[in-house]
């Protein structure tokens, strides 16, 4: 998990689409008509991405059973990061950064609809054309390569894993040019505020990798989720299709039109940032590969456990509030652009702390129920445990960091982020090998830097963004900060108070643990909801108003 905190692998984090309100939002706007599109569109945003994890964890499980944790695993997690990383640095990177941004001012832009429509159809085809064009180069390259990117990927590992990560790479790099094809889609849609294809991208990307593993992996054994990260992209890119009817494209390696040029003047510091961070991703999986062969797997499980209640809350948030934020001018409108900023920044704290709080309590039996059946054994539990407790202290860092980043990129300065990334990974890069082999605290010694790397990101980031707007004081953060910490305790120790009551008497098997996760679960989100209401946590508030009111409108 090194770097910034990511989305899930191979999955597009879902834009949230501006509501009426928030696209007519000023400084005179009540805080009520605001907080209630912010509400919205987090709300919309969450959808598709809770089908996501849901499936997410469906696949997890499924991939743990038949793979459990081994050399062999560790080496198609290390390769898993590929594709990502190259998707991130040609396409993803410039979502937040530089798409959409620009392309929300795109399409608000004066004129009739078919002028505007007609300008998007041009910048989609030009766009296309030049991302096809790269991505296959791409492409073809690193699969020429593979015998000599292994190595850099996983250095530790013997000569049969080296050979077993070079087909496993090559297997999987077509996904790049299929995953930067759906990003550009997804770009498109949310320009036009066609929000449903991109929601469905992630579940189905998912769900290919489940129906791939089932199919293959008893023929293909380990190779079969490279191929079914493959098919997975191509289930992402199929559903964005149907929202493309009666789109005119046509091929354009249009260098020099001033929307590519604005964007890459845009990203042109964000690649810094995101070469960076990927090359802290690939020494992390390196020195990993040096501790245990089995060391990235239980990495990547604690990893995935982390990321849920990180998409679902903090990345749907902060993209809720980033269209937002980039049509209002902090200079002109300081208290306007705060007040936007903090109230997404509140409703990630009050839900992130309590979701931390419950992860700690409850984090054991949640492995053992995804991940323990199968090939994956108590042992792989409890060292997946271990890297989980350690991740859990970054989690809420990593949590405020995204609608930070985000501030700055809706006043298009891609730059600080940047510097500080790389401040960042050189904190890590100090850390993680001196408490990993200098003190003998093997892989654990990397996720513990992993942790100290994003608390000193947030941490930077909320100076700067105090120094450069005029303060963190006057927006209620200190007291909604102290009000989550009290449900976070109410969370934690109600749900491992009972997880204890129950251990004796839970039956074994499967239904043990479901009832050891689920009822502990259940009466930790109830503590929760008493404790923020006992306490009148004012976003909770909130949050709970717009639920009610959009499942009175359903019915």
């Known amino acids: 998990m090194t770097g910034a905190p990511q989305v899930e692998p191979f999955e597009t984090p879902p834009m949230a689409p501006p509501s009426p309100e928030v696209e007519t939002m000023s400084s005179s706007a009540s805080p009520a008509a605001t907080t209630g599109g912010l509400m919205r569109a987090a709300g919309i945003n969450s959808l598709g991405n809770v089908a996501s994890r849901v499936l997410g964890v469906v696949r997890e499980s499924v991939i743990s059973g038949a793979f459990g944790a081994s050399g062999a695993t560790s080496a198609f997690d290390a390769v898993s990061a590929v594709p990502k990383m190259v998707y991130e640095l040609l396409i993803g990177g410039m ?29 989609l085809s030009i766009l296309l054309s030049l991302a096809g064009a790269v991505l296959l180069a791409v492409t073809l390259v690193l699969a020429l390569a593979a015998p000599w990117i292994a190595p850099l990927l996983v250095g530790g590992f013997d000569a049969e894993l080296l050979a077993t990560t070079t087909r496993l790479l090559r297997l999987i790099v077509p996904a790049i040019l299929v995953y930067g094809i759906s990003g550009i889609l997804q770009a498109y849609h949310y320009a036009r505020n066609a929000f449903v294809y991109p929601s469905m991208g992630a579940p189905a990307h998912n769900l290919g990798v489940i129906v791939a593993v089932v199919l293959l992996a008893r023929r293909l054994d380990i190779y079969s989720l490279s191929l079914g990260i493959v098919a997975a992209a191509v289930c992402q890119l199929l559903v964005q299709l149907p929202g493309m009817r009666g789109v005119r494209l046509r091929w354009r390696l249009d260098w020099r039109h001033p929307v590519v040029r604005r964007i890459l003047i845009l990203y042109a510091p964000v690649v810094v940032s995101i070469v960076i961070q990927n090359l802290g991703i690939v020494i992390d999986r390196n020195l990993a590969s040096r501790t245990m062969p089995e060391a990235i797997t239980w990495m990547n499980k604690a990893t995935f456990l982390i990321q849920l209640p990180l998409g679902l809350v903090s990345m749907a948030i902060s993209l809720a509030v980033l269209p937002t934020l980039s049509q209002i001018d902090a200079q002109r409108e300081l208290d306007a652009f705060k007040r936007t900023f903090f109230r997404g920044l509140r409703l990630v704290l009050v839900v992130i702390l309590p979701a931390a709080a419950g992860l700690l309590a409850l984090g054991r039996p949640l492995i053992e129920l995804i991940f323990e059946h199968g090939v994956f054994t108590p042992a792989d539990t409890l060292q997946s445990w271990q890297a989980l407790r350690i991740y859990l202290i970054g989690l809420p860092f990593a949590a405020i960091d995204l609608p930070l980043v985000f501030a700055f990129y809706a006043q298009k300065d891609t ?44 941490v930077i980031m909320l100076a700067l963004f105090s120094r450069r707007f005029e303060g963190l004081g006057g927006y209620r953060l200190g007291r909604t900060t102290l009000q989550a910490l009290a449900t976070s305790l109410a969370v934690a120790l109600v749900a491992y108070a009972s997880y204890r009551l129950l251990l004796p008497w839970a039956p074994g098997g499967l239904l043990g643990k479901v009832i050891l996760t689920g009822a502990p679960g259940a009466l930790a989100i109830l503590a929760y909801l008493a404790s923020a209401r006992a306490l009148r946590i004012h976003e909770w508030e909130q949050l709970w108003g717009a639920l009610a009111r959009r499942l009175g409108a359903s019915r």
Do not use: K, M
Request: zero cysteines; glycine letters at 10%; aromatic letters at 8%.
């Open 415 to 458: 730059r600080t982020p940047v510097i500080v990334g790389i401040i960042a990974v050189a904190i890590y890069l100090a850390v993680g090998p001196s408490l990993a082999f200098l003190f003998g605290w093997g892989f654990l010694g990397l996720v513990a830097a992993n942790s100290v790397q994003l608390a000193a990101h947030a």
């Open 95 to 123: 979502l937040s950064a530089a798409l959409v941004p620009v392309l929300s001012e795109y399409a608000a832009e004066g004129g009739s609809s078919a002028h505007r429509q007609g300008e998007l159809e041009d910048v």
